[in-house]
């Protein structure tokens, strides 16, 4: 078997394994499914085992195949960083890095401004999208690397990441409403809510459980800044990390520390952990540790 060849049934083995189906591994990789069938059992000759259970309809791995996986993966990890040159100015490709909106116009210009000063020949494909999606693309292999919100649940043991910035959330309100203390506008205010199924907005609905608060619903969202147009529109009040581009311009809005009662969001870079030390990842993760705002430190006050 060609080294080709070999490498193009590894790759269709992983996505098999991915996706649950020789019918959506497929789909991805533009095969038909017959396809795809004949380059497994050709991987599977050549190995002299059966990597699936073919009882059913979906691709369950048998146990050779839980054996084979992660060693499949080993081996596309190690060809793909065969084909990275010592000299990044050298490198000619393209790399998937994936991001949250708030970085998407927060810290990743200057990184990648950096990142193709030293690396010139690279092309960046960027990919936006929530956290958890994000997550599960690194982890399907289909990105390189994202930055996103730490979840609150431990991360799957292929992925590596490291913190570049906490951002400490705010109480904001319209610039008309009068009193300082968070917790007393929180039960007295409408409240527009950061969406609830985000790993951001998950940290909302802890904070809000923890000191028994079940403020009245005036809208919920995703994106930071379109919260802080809400605000400033007088729809209500809002809590939010100290995050995005509207803590670069004047915002007709009252911005309230939480003092003691601060909580944070913690922006971490994530990769597959067999990538995180090749030349390339590493610039990249250099460029965004570079990036990251030292401080992430709200007002003290501001009205």
Request: glycine share 8%; net charge neutral.
């Amino acid at each position: 078997m060609s080294v080709d060849i070999m490498l193009r049934e590894l790759k269709t083995f992983v996505a098999v394994t991915q996706l649950g189906s020789f019918a959506a591994a497929g789909q991805r990789i533009g095969l038909t499914q017959s396809a795809v069938s004949a380059q497994i059992r050709s991987l599977e000759e050549a190995l002299g085992m059966q990597l699936f259970d073919r009882s059913g309809r979906t691709a369950i791995l048998n146990a050779d195949g839980n054996r084979a996986l992660p060693m499949a993966e080993e081996i596309l990890q190690i060809f793909s960083r065969m084909a990275q040159p010592e000299n990044l100015n050298d490198y000619r490709g393209s790399i998937k890095i994936g991001a949250i909106s708030s970085i998407q116009t927060g810290l990743l210009p200057q990184a990648l401004t950096q990142l193709h000063a030293t690396a010139p020949g690279l092309e960046t494909k960027l990919l936006p999208g929530v956290s958890f999606n994000l997550l599960t693309q690194v982890e399907a292999g289909n990105i390189d690397l994202a930055v996103v919100i730490k979840p609150g649940f431990p991360l799957a043991k292929e992925l590596w990441h490291n913190t570049l910035v906490r951002e400490p959330y705010v109480l904001i309100a319209p610039a008309t409403l009068t009193g300082d203390e968070p917790l007393a506008l929180l039960r007295s205010q409408p409240f527009i809510r950061y969406d609830r199924t985000s790993f951001g907005g998950r940290q909302v609905s802890m904070f809000l459980r923890e000191h028994r608060l079940e403020p009245k619903l005036a809208l919920e969202v995703d994106e930071i800044d379109a919260i802080v147009k809400m605000v400033e529109s007088g729809l209500g009040i809002a809590l939010v990390p100290w995050a995005g581009l509207w803590t670069e311009r004047q915002c007709a809005l009252r911005i309230l520390p939480l003092g003691e009662l601060t909580f944070y969001r913690e922006l971490i870079v994530v990769t597959r952990y067999a990538n995180h030390n090749a030349p390339l990842h590493r610039l990249i993760i250099e460029c965004l540790q570079q990036a990251a705002l030292p401080s992430g430190e709200a007002p003290v006050s501001a009205g």
